[in-house]
């Protein structure tokens, strides 16, 4: 079997990685920054399935995709719906998960009405291809609405209540076509100036019963879409209960630690529920990891040599201030030994950002 995944960037050649040991599935990554319509619907030919490392696939290339919408996991639903934070909410809503408020907003007029539907603060986002947080604006005042709409608006926008959370955390699940979905345990993500820094299983401290919330939310919203194929859910731990944030319909960031940490990893996993075949075990394999992502153009040589469970994925991309360069994975006995671990491995992240793990 032969599978195209879209974009070839770091979570495509994971995906690729993930089956190597596969000897009857070829993975083929298609460069979409490189796109011609002819090259795709060459690509999409000699594959027998596509599938996809990132949502933000513009409009004149998802037109070609309706053409061979039978071919594609997950499927042009969960990708349109996904690619819209309107959508997505929409979605999201529909399958009983808690969000934030929200409304559309197309005009000014539209933003000032927002602030007094929602209150303030709210956050107004652009309703596509944001991400990283960027195409935000947080508005904490009315007068706010003016610089907020000249910042990021002229086009489609999504105003959302402003939600106080205690962290961010994420659920992250597979789908088979039968309706088989294997989960794999949450983590606290922590992000800086938008970026997530880096992620950390256990979710210490989160209760039996935000964590049953979490599996029952991700299994809901997968059933609801027919989904198949690897989905992330980003959650706010809040004191009422986790409220989601958005969706990934793909493998994500805050997984990556499923590599060395779990018996089967979300790309494994995706590429197993795509071509048909049994999902892998999910569970952790250690009782303590960590993912730190590898960020920007001022990341000190990694000084890993030595450390006991720590790996090192680099991504073989030129450095660039803010850009994801690589990722490093702690396995550990115990908590405190991975934070001990993650304290010599501090030059990694912005003076500040990694405060001795969960607060
Ligand atoms: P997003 O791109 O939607 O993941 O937003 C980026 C970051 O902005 C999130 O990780 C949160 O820290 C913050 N954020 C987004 N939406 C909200 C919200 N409605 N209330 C509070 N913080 C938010």
Request: glycine letters at 8%; proline letters at 3%; charged letters at 20%.
């Amino acid at each position: 079997m032969k599978i195209g995944i879209l974009g070839n960037g770091q979570l495509g050649q994971m995906l690729q990685d993930s089956i190597t040991d596969l000897a009857d599935i070829d993975v083929n990554l298609y460069d979409l920054r490189a796109h011609s319509d002819d090259a795709l619907r060459a690509f999409i030919a000699v594959n027998d399935l596509i599938s996809y490392e990132t949502e933000n696939i513009p409009a004149h290339i998802v037109a070609i995709l309706e053409d061979h919408a039978d071919k594609l996991a997950p499927g042009l639903n969960a990708l349109k719906t996904f690619q819209n934070r309107l959508l997505e909410k929409n979605a999201l809503r529909a399958a009983g998960i808690a969000t934030a408020d929200f409304c559309a907003v197309n005009s000014l007029e539209d933003v000032k009405s927002a602030v007094e539907q929602l209150g303030l603060p709210i956050v107004l986002k652009t309703t596509t291809e944001g991400y990283d947080g960027k195409g935000q604006f947080v508005l904490r005042a009315p007068e706010d609405a003016e610089p907020a709409w000249d910042a990021i608006g002229g086009r489609e926008l999504i105003a959302e209540a402003f939600v106080t959370f205690s962290r961010e955390t994420s659920v992250i699940a597979s789908r088979d076509a039968e309706g088989n979905v294997v989960i794999w345990p949450m983590t606290e993500n922590v992000h800086h100036e938008g970026i997530l820094r880096y992620s950390l299983f256990p979710c210490e401290g989160l209760s039996d019963a935000k964590a049953e919330q979490a599996r029952t939310y991700i299994t809901d919203l997968a059933n609801s879409l027919d989904y198949v194929g690897t989905i992330t859910l980003e959650l706010f731990d809040t004191e009422s209960g986790l409220v989601a944030n958005e969706v990934a319909p793909r493998v994500h960031n805050s997984g990556h630690w499923s590599i060395e940490g779990a018996d089967a990893s979300q790309f494994r996993n995706h590429m197993l529920a795509i071509s048909g075949k049994a999902l892998g075990n999910t569970e952790a394999k250690y009782p303590a990891v960590a993912m730190l992502n590898v960020i920007g153009d001022e990341t000190p040589t990694i000084a890993a040599d030595g450390l006991a469970g720590v790996y090192v994925h680099s991504y073989g991309k030129e450095a660039r201030p803010a850009r994801k360069l690589g990722h490093v994975t702690v396995t550990s006995a115990s908590v405190e030994e991975r934070n001990s671990t993650i304290d010599k491995l501090v030059g990694l992240m912005p003076e500040g950002v990694w405060a001795g793990g969960s607060k």
